[in-house]
T-cell receptor, first 113, second 114 residues
Framework: QQQVKQSPQSLIVQKGGISIINCAYENTAFDYFPWYQQFPGKGPALLIAIRPDVSEKKEGRFTISFNKSAKQFSLHIMDSQPGDSATYFCAASRGAAGNKLTFGGGTRVLVKP | DARVTQTPRHKVTEMGQEVTMRCQPILGHNTVFWYRQTMMQGLELLAYFRNRAPLDDSGMPKDRFSAEMPDATLATLKIQPSEPRDSAVYFC????????????FGPGTRLTVL
């Protein structure tokens, strides 16, 4: 069964701190690893994504680190802001399987001012 | 500003009633996904279509759920009969068929079955 395991389930960070969320996957055929951000009452929105041919991708304050051998990837939110308070989902998909997303369980992030 | 739209945004119904949820994908997107979000199961794929053809509906309870795309601008998800365990937020997402894996999610339909 394809699975993506995400941790922690929740985290609290002070404004300006670093939020780190980790995900592990099982299926080595996955070739696309996005992170989605979801605010209450809204649909998930793509935040940043990576492919397994690179080990790191940075967009502004958000960075994905990818470890292919360990089958793990993580999201780092630098200089966390109260507006970053949301639920974050990692996901994985395989292009040959229609890019169906398999989601992690989600991490609720609270950034305290 | 192109976006996925879903109607209704909220639906409260009684057990046994038929529920129809609608989705309008982003114009030009040829792949449409239906996801369900619950506290217990998280986000899970129910079905998806490419060029209006159903490609995978293995995530749906076949006896009560059905998904269709009558045309390129409309996808529907029906539950008949509905049960309390169907209470969830149902999301539609669409993706362009050319050169991108990004899925764009709609705002969801929050379904409550009493």
């Amino acid at each position: 069964q394809q699975q993506v395991k995400q941790s922690p389930q929740s985290l609290i960070v002070q404004k300006g701190g670093i939020s780190i969320i980790n995900c592990a996957y099982e299926n080595t055929a996955f070739d696309y690893f996005p992170w989605y951000q979801q605010f209450p009452g809204k649909g998930p929105a793509l935040l940043i994504a990576i492919r397994p041919d690179v080990s790191e991708k940075k967009e502004g304050r958000f960075t994905i680190s990818f470890n292919k051998s360990a089958k793990q990837f993580s999201l780092h939110i630098m200089d966390s802001q109260p507006g970053d308070s949301a639920t974050y989902f990692c996901a994985a998909s395989r292009g040959a399987a229609g890019n169906k997303l398999t989601f992690g369980g989600g991490t609720r992030v609270l950034v305290k001012p | 500003d192109a976006r996925v739209t879903q109607t209704p945004r909220h639906k409260v119904t009684e057990m046994g009633q038929e529920v129809t949820m609608r989705c309008q994908p982003i114009l030009g997107h040829n792949t449409v996904f239906w996801y369900r979000q619950t506290m217990m199961q998280g986000l899970e794929l129910l079905a998806y279509f490419r060029n209006r053809a159903p490609l995978d509906d293995s995530g749906m309870p076949k006896d009560r759920f059905s998904a269709e795309m009558p045309d390129a601008t409309l996808a529907t998800l029906k539950i008949q009969p509905s049960e309390p365990r169907d209470s969830a937020v149902y999301f539609c997402a669409s993706r362009s068929g050319t050169g991108t894996d990004t899925q764009y999610f709609g705002p969801g339909t929050r379904l409550t079955v009493l």
